[in-house]
């Protein structure tokens, strides 16, 4: 250890606690429930603060990222680490040890050397105009991951940010870069971009439409709707073997250690990394966070019957949730909102006049049961309980009122993240069923649905716009509700929103191992049997770019047609706007332009393939703000 090292491990000695509470890591995900929190006065007197390790032990495992952007402040996240391995701690979530036996190292591997780090942020990627500083504390109680928040900052504006080991000036992060958000109310000077992802499985394939985002460097944001990674054992939803993407631990996962490792696993993935580090996140999870088609009181394989217990050893769907949820909170760079209990993810984002961003967890809150593939016919028979609800009454109620809010502050869009597809689909293609709507989706909570349209319509509440993803695959809608009158399909008239769906970044899709022409086949019996389906297209895997404005909104979407290299090809697959005031798409008269997929009443065009790799960037748009 340097001298260095030694004076300023003195000088902190005398600080450690606060800085172990600047780490919100060790704060519960949930304000009413501390107990599933780290107490910070006994992980401070387990430790010794007096610097265990020397700065060359120790290694930034997994890059950096920022996400929840406020117009003052934003989430910084990294992991620096003595191990490459996971921390087994799981003092905040696991019950009790058996009576009488005190021998808490077999349940509890905990460490008593904590990591100290510094993090600054400039204005510059030289990190030379420094606007905010601070140093926090991690440990193994929190598998030495390090969340903090950055604060002092202006309004929409870019910055840098780095962390380094405390007294080092050699064991550095990468350098990230983030975005504030504009503050409620003001006028902006030019669009806002947004890339949206979801689903990504490692064993399938690489990660590259993360990749090709940065490469392309057009957007400001990312919002992330959900399925990170998927729980599964190598093979359970695809091999990685040949790739060599082995999910780890190769199991199913239960723990906290599980998904800890899982989430490190992930993020391997060089393009995921370099996503992270150059792009604020606003995320939501799906169900493969937790578990498969996850409800409030079980999964499609964990219900608490005994036969669970015995296969999942012992481990009950709450503690499961808790592992998960906990683990998520450690590895995403979230805040901590204004939660009512240890499940609360949903939340909102006001940006300037121009929208506002309402994240909605449809899955793991507080949903009623669904389709777990075995009762599918009786899912069916209570899609339109009155009772049955998506989000839990809380959330919907919380939901409802922002709409209203965001209409009544004059925000000229509403945005809604969420994971499933809320357009009535009929998805019988090729199937013999009575069923030929997705139970686990908007269908499968009818009364739900139509609580939101009625909220929607019965306050004239315009340029309403859903955001999905979970199906992998993409679909492009005007919403239709049967309460609002007629709708013609060619025109538009008697819409009351749009809903743009995207495909996964690697898992697969609905016609996985077929050909593009098959795949084209089944879009255009879908488009024609549903009439507010104006485009869908199964074939590629990719995303999907917002450029939201005053006037409209253009979604673009992008495919990646390899995903087992790594590259950056990418194929422009289809187009969109919205005009302010509309509720619909526009035509022109086909509702956007297509080059793959099946496009209502226009023609899908020859589309090319160009490599991000090898396109130059655009370049940034001025930012209005000033200098510090």
Known sequence: MTLLQVLVCALLSTSVSA???ANLNYRSPSLNHPDLGIAVHKVQKRNDPACPFNAEDLKFTHGVASGDPYPESVILWTRISPDDDNSHSNVTVSGLAPLYDHDNEKYVKISKAPVCVEYKVARDEGMKSVVDRGLAWTSSDVDYTVKVEASNLRPYTTYYYQFNVCGS?????????????PRKGDKLHNDVGIAVYSCSNFPQGYFNAYGNAVRKDDVDYVIHLGDYFYEYANGGYGWGNELGRIPLPDKEIVSLYDYRKRYATYRTDLDLLDNHRVFPWISVWDDHEVADNIWKSGSSHMNNTEE???????I???????HAVRAHFEWMPLRQVDMDDNLRIWRNFEI???????????????RSITDMYWNTDYIHDISNDQGRSLMGARQENWFYKQLINSKNRQAKWRVVGQQIIISGLDLSYGKATKN???????DGYLANKNRTFNTIVENKIDNTVFLAGDSHASWVSDLVWEGHGKYDEKTGAGSIGVEFAGTAVSSPGPFANKTEAIATNGSTWLINNNPELQWQEAHYRGYYNLKIGYNKIVADFFGVPDIKTRNGLEIKLATFEVNDGENKLARDPAPGKAWGGALKNGQVEKGVVYDTAKTP???????QHGQH
């Open 19 to 21: 800085s172990f509470s």
């Open 169 to 181: 000036s050699s064991v550095k992060s990468p350098v990230g870069r983030t975005k504030t958000t």
């Open 308 to 314: 669970s217990f015995v296969h999942d050893g012992g």
């Open 316 to 322: 009950s769907v709450d503690q499961r949730k808790a």
């Open 352 to 366: 300037g006049d121009l929208l506002d961003l309402i994240m909605l967890d449809t899955r793991v809150y507080d």
């Open 436 to 442: 030929p709507n997705s139970m686990d989706a908007w």
């Open 617 to 623: 960037k655009k370049v940034q748009q001025k930012e």
